[in-house]
């Protein structure tokens, strides 16, 4: 039997790694160009004073933004949340890095979360993004959530030799799902792009596999589709024609380039309840802060800040 002594040793190493130092970027490995033996990988983005110094302070920005859903050929009132913070991660096992090393891959990590209602039922909706801060290859990984009282659905990209995704769903046609695809544009991966660089986006007709979350409330392939991109000042545009849908985010032009608000329109709802609506998100707030270790009841006047409450 371990003695009390092992015990408490081991409850310390498993502190000292938790997700206290999310956000706690090495600035050695910050435009180390992530290895890659498929993709024809250009410079690493250099990375200005300026950015720097708002992304290494060991916090993360967060974002809160009054959400309109179209969802059953409705508008529901809710909320979201885009949580931006650079961490290290491990290229090989496709996780936050816990021990710092020049082999750590710097990563712009997006948590985006929706919450809304749905009559009597919630949804709460969960984004990650982990894109390399060189921005010269795709998104490492991508993963989406949706929680609802009909049940829960999970999928997961990981960008190896091939884009490898798993998904599982309840629903019959969708229950559990393992596959390749060649490497396309993610959406999911533009809005981290964005905040590094607006002007790296891409333009022009182009293919691109449309946000997780889209694709999953909408039961479709998860595919690259024909899309057309437009980049102005302030404005980032995305036009799907087969699906009948396009998106537009618009962002503050200066550095650190904020995603003010941003709208979706596509055909909601089924059968006799199909229209095209319109979702909208607009900014309520933004802060700085290592949330990670803002966990106590006296904390919860963060979220009251943030619009939460």
Not at 15 to 21: A, D, E, Y
Not at 32 to 61: R, T
Not at 158 to 169: A, G, I, L, P, Q
């Amino acid at each position: 039997m371990k003695s009390p002594l092992v015990f408490f040793f081991t409850a310390l190493f498993l502190m000292t790694f938790s997700c206290k130092n999310e956000g706690n970027v090495q600035e050695q490995t910050e435009a180390k160009a992530p290895a890659s033996p498929v993709e024809n990988l250009q410079n690493p983005q250099p990375l200005s004073e300026e950015f720097k110094s708002y992304w290494y302070q060991g916090e993360a920005e967060i974002t809160s933004y009054s959400l309109e859903q179209a969802r059953y050929g409705e508008i529901r009132n809710g909320n979201a949340v885009l949580v931006f913070v650079t961490e290290p991660f491990l290229q090989t096992a496709q996780v936050k890095a816990d021990q710092p090393a020049a082999s750590n891959i710097t990563v712009l990590k997006l948590n985006a979360t929706k919450n809304f209602n749905t009559g009597i039922y919630p949804y709460s909706i969960m984004q990650s993004v982990f894109y390399p801060l060189a921005n010269n290859q795709h998104a490492l990984k991508i993963s989406c959530s949706v929680q609802e009282w009909c049940g829960h659905a999970y999928t997961q990209l990981n960008n190896r030799s091939e884009f490898e995704v798993r998904s599982h769903s309840y629903f019959e046609g969708e229950a559990d799902e393992d596959f390749s695809l060649n490497k396309s544009i993610l959406e999911n991966e533009l809005w981290t792009q964005l905040r590094i660089n607006p002007k790296s986006l891409p333009t022009g007709n182009v293919e691109i596999i449309p946000s997780f979350e889209f694709l999953r409330l909408k039961h479709l392939p998860l595919k690259a589709y024909n899309a057309s991109a437009e980049l102005t000042s302030e404005t980032y545009t995305l036009t799907y024609p087969d699906l009948n849908r396009s998106l537009s985010i618009t962002f503050n032009p200066q550095f650190p380039f904020e995603i003010i608000s941003w709208e979706e329109t596509f055909v909601s709802g089924f059968g006799d309840k199909a229209q095209e609506l319109k979702t909208k998100a607009t900014r309520i707030k933004t802060i700085k802060s290592d949330y990670w270790n803002r966990n106590t009841n006296a904390d919860s006047a963060l979220r009251e800040s943030l619009g939460l409450e």
